[in-house]
T-cell receptor, first 109, second 114 residues
Framework: GQNIDQPTEMTATEGAIVQINCTYQ??????LFWYQQHAGEAPTFLSY????GLEEKGRFSSFLSRSKGYSYLLLKELQMKDSASYLC??????????FGTGTRLLVSP | DVKVTQSSRYLVKRTGEKVFLECVQD?????MFWYRQDPGLGLRLIYF???????EKGDIPEGYSVSREKKERFSLILESASTNQTSMYLC?????????????FGPGTRLLVL
């Protein structure tokens, strides 16, 4: 079976930095996506990692270690609008994604 | 901007009814997907389609069928709705240009089966 683990919920303060972890044990691996999903809305693409290392995109960065089956999403200079769920998804094969259960991030003033 | 739309945001149906959920994308994407999203379980793939009239089962196809008569439209059908099909249903689409193509999601349909 496929196993993707993320913390259920995290809290942080506006302006802080938060790291959301994702560990995976899957039958295949062709890359990893992070999506953001605000309550009641569609998931939107944040980042894609296929090689080990850090990918930076403005306030958001994503890291991958394939040997450890581990990824994290780093959010800097947190804003209230970053309160959302963050979904980790492993690409198993052609267009086939397996999602974690998501991490709900609450940002407080 | 890619736009994926779903016919209803909220739907209430009775057990045994036949239910149609419609999804339309406007970016000429080859691939379309239906997921359901449940608390504690994440998104799970029901069916996907990589071309008109083509369909493939996902991880949880039981109790569902799909139809893709036109490239832009992908329908999910619950032949006889049951209470355990109460869920959030999300449609997605993507280009057919590589394994890493981003999937673009619609806003979802929250279905309640009574």
């Amino acid at each position: 079976g496929q196993n993707i683990d993320q913390p259920t919920e995290m809290t942080a303060t506006e302006g802080a930095i938060v790291q959301i972890n994702c560990t995976y044990q899957t039958s295949g691996f062709n890359g990893l996506f992070w999506y953001q999903q605000h309550a009641g809305e569609a998931p939107t693409f944040l980042s894609y990692n296929v090689l080990d290392g850090l990918e930076e995109k403005g306030r958001f960065s994503s890291f991958l270690s394939r040997s450890k089956g581990y990824s994290y999403l780093l959010l800097k200079e947190l804003q209230m609008k970053d309160s959302a769920s963050y979904l980790c998804a492993v690409i198993l094969g052609f267009q086939k994604l397996v999602f974690g259960t998501g991490t709900r991030l609450l940002v407080s003033p | 901007d890619v736009k994926v739309t779903q016919s209803s945001r909220y739907l209430v149906k009775r057990t045994g009814e036949k239910v149609f959920l419609e999804c339309v994308q406007d970016m000429d994407h080859e691939n379309m997907f239906w997921y359901r999203q449940d608390p504690g379980l994440g998104l799970r793939l029901i069916y996907f389609s990589y071309d008109v009239k083509m369909k493939e089962k996902g991880d949880i196809p039981e109790g569902y069928s799909v139809s893709r008569e036109k490239k832009e439209r992908f329908s999910l059908i619950l032949e006889s709705a049951s209470t355990n099909q109460t869920s959030m249903y999300l449609c997605a689409s993507s280009l057919d240009q590589g394994i890493q193509e981003t999937q673009y999601f619609g806003p979802g349909t929250r279905l309640l089966v009574l």
